[in-house]
């Protein structure tokens, strides 16, 4: 099925078909999330409008002067793949024998560590309904107790629940479907639900609230609180607080629907205060005469010393069997 924004407007037979949104139909017919296709619909509208030439017709230097505008690193990374899947496609569907983005080099990226929701917050998010209102509380609750991303909790459905086996259908990125268990909180609040969007937009056309609203009313409530922290942080409390759990990290990545396990390293927060304790544990001081474990490999001189200790133990009065369970304890 087509997604209604991808559809390209109605044109006389003597108009030129737009590539645009051709290939916005192309990328539907591919599976692509409808998020996705609107993205990179839009970047181009705007480059069309900030070079006035077609997007198809651009030039290396045209893309440069685009890409080179004050924008977010990662937003410039972003625009840099959305271009570069568009001249591809234009290569692959014949309408271009060259490729702009050839002469210009992928922009580099800035990691940014996103803020672990602390406990403190979520206890706030939980209990102050002043400041998060019950809407603003289960999508804080989504983030933190079932590992969504915003965009999933802005669109979820009471038809994503099946509270009979427990699970949720969950549409992530690129429009995969994964079905996961329910954790017991978010199942208890699915039962008071009514049917229909769980976050529903204020205006007539009855869909759900955009994946930006809800990112901005979550970030609001918690800075009014007196916290710098977003959704996106408890998706990382989610993942941070089941590894510390001990749960293997493939489980982990299953459960943050994650296509590869270094996407789910990156988002496992070390914690300062187990590293601390583990480094005084493993580095003590050597002038404490703390015992250490054995070595297999024996010195060579392993058989005198031991003849040593043998000789000792006699003199004491110590049967060798005792002196040998002795040592071998001590060791």
């Known amino acids: 099925m087509v997604h209604e924004s991808a559809q390209p407007p109605d044109r006389s037979p003597t108009t030129p078909p737009d590539l645009v949104d051709i290939w916005a139909l192309w990328q539907a017919a591919e599976g692509k999330a409808r998020r996705t296709i609107n993205n990179r619909v839009t970047m181009l509208r ?9 997007p198809q017709a651009a030039t290396p230097t045209q893309i440069a002067a685009y890409l080179g505008r004050p924008l977010a690193p990662n937003t410039r990374a972003s625009y840099y793949s959305y271009f570069a899947v568009w001249y591809d496609w234009l290569q692959a569907a014949d309408r271009r024998s060259d490729n702009p983005m050839a002469a210009i080099r992928r922009p580099k990226t800035r990691r940014t560590a996103t803020r672990v929701m602390s406990d403190e917050a979520l206890i706030a998010a939980l209990s102050d309904p002043g400041i998060f209102p019950d809407r603003i509380r289960l999508m804080v609750m989504l983030a933190a107790f079932q590992g969504l991303r915003i965009h999933e909790i802005a669109k979820l459905h009471s038809d994503d629940f099946d509270l ?4 949720l259908l969950i549409e992530g990125k690129g429009g995969h479907i994964d079905e996961r268990p329910l954790h017991p909180l978010i199942e208890e609040e699915a039962r008071r639900q009514p049917a229909g969007f ?12 955009s994946p930006q609203w809800a990112s901005s009313l979550v970030a609001r409530a ?3 609180a007196g916290f710098d922290i977003t959704a996106h942080g408890g998706r990382h409390r989610f993942a941070t607080k089941l590894l510390r759990a001990g749960i293997d990290i493939r489980q982990v990545q299953y459960a943050m629907r994650h ?3 270094q ?3 990156r988002y496992l927060a070390p914690d300062p205060e187990i590293l601390g304790d583990a480094i005084a544990e493993a580095l003590s001081d050597p002038r404490e005469g ?4 054995p070595s297999k490999r024996k010195p060579n001189n392993a058989n005198n010393n031991q003849a040593d200790r043998k000789q000792q133990g006699s003199q004491r009065g110590v049967p060798e069997s005792s002196n040998n369970d002795c040592v071998n304890d001590g060791g």
């Open 46 to 54: 705007a480059f069309e409008a900030h070079a006035s030439c077609p």
């Open 164 to 167: 009979t086996s427990g699970t």
């Open 198 to 209: 769980w976050f529903p937009t204020q205006r007539t056309t009855g869909g759900p609230i």
């Open 222 to 224: 918690f800075a009014k």
């Open 259 to 261: 296509s590869s396990i």
């Open 263 to 265: 996407a789910t390293s």
């Open 290 to 293: 703390r015992r250490r474990r």
